[in-house]
């Protein structure tokens, strides 16, 4: 009689056991790719509506739209105070990169305690009346654009373009700041590298393949040798202190660094004191 082998018994759960596990691996597939195709959404949150302004300021400020790729022009303004620019006089400038979400028009009613200088700021792609979707590679290609345009500003000092950069901007900063001769460099909560952040905030998932806009200002800073000047929150609930202290440690120059009291993430730049601390560095 031809011998035919049982079957090996399986114990009881088995089925079910399999079953969780197929489930979940389905599950993390669906998150991961929720991720991946939502990540515009989620690290840039573009602010796509202006806010109507008042101020008292409204001759200070020029609209601009500026052509930074083929199809794709940003708004954005140059802020001139009141008696300078005029022929023939060159000054220092800052060009301001915002954080996530962040409408820069509020610099419009805002940018008093920066003092006396010429200031410069656009909207990101995708944000305000900014054409083009936000990515990591464009916004820093858009930056050396904007840089190479403010240098050719007969009223702008060449040797003394500065740069300013707000959280999600800070990575802008860095990238430009490391690949440019930027005179001195402005880092409002700056984080250590988006990559790392996410990987803290969503452990499960393999964010290194699934980001398409990293920001690693870790691997930039040693690059980075002109004066910088790091202002932290007293409470910061978005970027941690932590994350900050690791940037600042990667620095081939020692940063000035200083937490102004009595702000948060989104209070910082609006401080009129930490502006008065920026304008003080960048003039010096």
């Given amino acids: 009689m031809k011998y035919v082998p049982e079957k090996e018994a399986q114990t009881p759960g088995t089925h079910a056991v399999t079953r969780v596990a197929l489930s979940a691996s389905m599950g993390?597939?669906?998150?991961w790719t929720y991720l991946y195709f939502s990540q515009t959404k989620h690290i840039f949150s573009p602010a796509l509506k202006h806010h109507d302004l008042q101020t008292d300021h409204a001759h200070e400020f020029t609209e601009l739209r500026l052509q930074v790729a083929p199809g794709i022009e940003l708004e954005g303004w140059v802020r001139m105070p009141a008696g300078m620019g005029g022929a023939g006089s060159k000054a220092p400038c800052a060009i301001y990169f915002g954080g996530r979400s962040e409408d820069v028009r509020w610099l419009l009613s805002e940018a008093q305690g920066f003092k006396n200088l010429p200031l410069v700021f656009f909207n990101y792609r995708g944000y305000g009346k900014s054409q083009g979707k936000p990515m990591e590679k464009h916004l820093v290609a858009d930056a050396r654009v904007i840089y190479k345009w403010v240098a050719e500003q007969p009223w702008c000092d060449r040797d003394r373009?500065?740069?300013i950069g707000r959280s999600l901007g800070t990575g802008v900063a860095m990238q430009l700041a490391a690949s440019t001769p930027v005179h001195k460099l402005v880092l409002f909560t700056p984080y250590d590298s988006l990559l790392n952040i996410a990987r803290k905030k969503v452990p499960?998932?393999?964010?290194s393949l699934l980001l398409r806009s990293k920001f690693k200002s870790n691997e930039c800073a040693e690059n980075v040798r002109n004066p910088t000047f790091v202002l932290l929150a007293e409470n910061d609930e978005v970027v941690p202190h932590d994350s900050s202290l690791r940037l600042i440690q990667h620095f081939a120059v020692k940063p000035l660094v200083a937490?102004?009291?009595?702000?948060?993430?989104?209070?910082?730049?609006?401080?009129v004191d930490a502006q008065g601390l920026v304008g003080h560095f960048l003039t010096a």
């Fill in 161 to 163: 373009i500065s740069v």
């Fill in 28 to 31: 993390f597939a669906a998150y």
């Fill in 204 to 207: 499960l998932a393999p964010v």
């Fill in 259 to 271: 937490t102004v009291k009595g702000t948060n993430h989104v209070s910082l730049p609006h401080d």
